[in-house]
């Protein structure tokens, strides 16, 4: 199958086919990575913009890097600097980004549906970098693309992601990408954080803590996002993390064998005790060192590249 799309905007709009095509081509380039000269010419001559109008530490290096690995020139937009601070519009900024030269935009924007507008608009390739609650769709690949080293098939392995899932667009783009996997995914976390509609998304909604970890494989946990939130969600984060905060205990519920996960950034004492941050079960930075790989192929890809010339042949 042949790579099609110019733009990455969500995971909901990916064919399982194409989120493994995706991976199969990350799994290229990680062993390249691994390499003495960790850097391919495929991208040489292009030149990439990261515009990033939301902070960002992981997602922003990590595609800084990818480009970097891909021998592109990458140019990092800062935003506090910008012309976006005398009052140019998303519109105006991307439309001289693109008249500068740049062969690519990756976009991280706290309105939903920003990435989707641009590619409206722009003649190259926008990838989508986080967009308000909507979507992280390069978190979601890189999520899976980690669980995957370690359980091997998706299908049917118990995956709970626990905390802020109603503001949270990490959620929202591994549930899609979990769901077309087969994985059996439950949400868990404070009502007012995981509404039981969630449920249409083709995942289990549970309020119940012990219930939800029970034998769980993966545990994946969110940080409460203040930022998105317009309302008071629970009484205090005292309380959130007196009810569902990961601790010894609690991980004790989940398979032995299980994994524990968070996107970043950490809120150390809140969602997550820090010696399971840290512990050997944690596989947090292990997702941060694979998002290189996954932006490597979400940026390959979309620039025109050919899976077949990355991927050995069987
Ligand atoms: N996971 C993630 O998106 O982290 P950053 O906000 O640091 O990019």
Redesign the pocket.
């Known amino acids: 199958m042949s790579w099609t799309r110019r733009h990455l905007l969500t995971l909901e709009e990916l064919s399982l086919a194409e989120i493994e095509q995706i991976h199969t081509t990350a799994t290229a380039f990680k062993k390249i990575l691994g390499r003495s000269v960790k850097k391919v010419p495929a991208l040489r001559g292009k030149t990439i913009v990261n515009l990033f109008l939301e ?6 290096m990590a595609f800084d890097m990818a480009a970097k690995r891909l021998s592109a020139d990458v140019i990092s937009f800062d935003a506090a600097s910008s012309s976006t601070t005398k009052g140019e519009t998303l519109r105006d900024t991307a439309e001289n980004i693109a008249a500068l030269g740049a062969d690519m935009i990756v976009i991280r924007h706290n309105c939903a549906g920003s990435p989707l507008y641009l590619s409206k608009i722009l003649g190259i390739p926008v990838i989508n970098a ?1 967009d308000g609650s909507h979507e ?1 769709p390069t ?1 979601g690949l890189l999520d899976t693309f980690t669980m995957k080293e370690h359980l091997g098939t998706l299908k049917g392995r118990r995956i709970v992601i626990l905390g802020d899932i109603l503001f949270s667009r ?1 959620a929202r783009s591994n549930i899609h990408a979990l769901v077309k996997f087969g994985a059996d995914v439950t949400l868990c976390g404070p009502a007012t954080l995981v509404p039981r509609p969630l449920e249409t998304l083709g995942v289990k909604v549970s309020h119940d803590l012990r219930s939800a970890l029970a034998d769980a494989e993966v545990v994946m946990l969110l940080r409460i996002q203040h930022e998105r939130q317009t309302a008071t969600m629970f009484p205090s984060l005292g309380e959130y993390t007196s009810m569902f905060g990961l601790n010894k205990t609690r991980a004790s519920w989940l398979h032995p064998k299980a994994i524990i996960m968070h ?3 950490i809120n150390r004492g809140v969602e997550i005790d820090s010696d399971l941050a840290d512990g050997d079960r944690s596989v947090i930075l292990e997702q941060v060192t694979n998002g290189i790989a996954v932006r490597m192929a979400c940026l390959y890809l979309c620039a025109g590249g050919s899976p077949e010339a990355v991927t050995p042949t069987a």
């Open positions: 902070p960002s530490t992981r997602t922003r986080g992280h978190q990490v996107p970043g950034p």
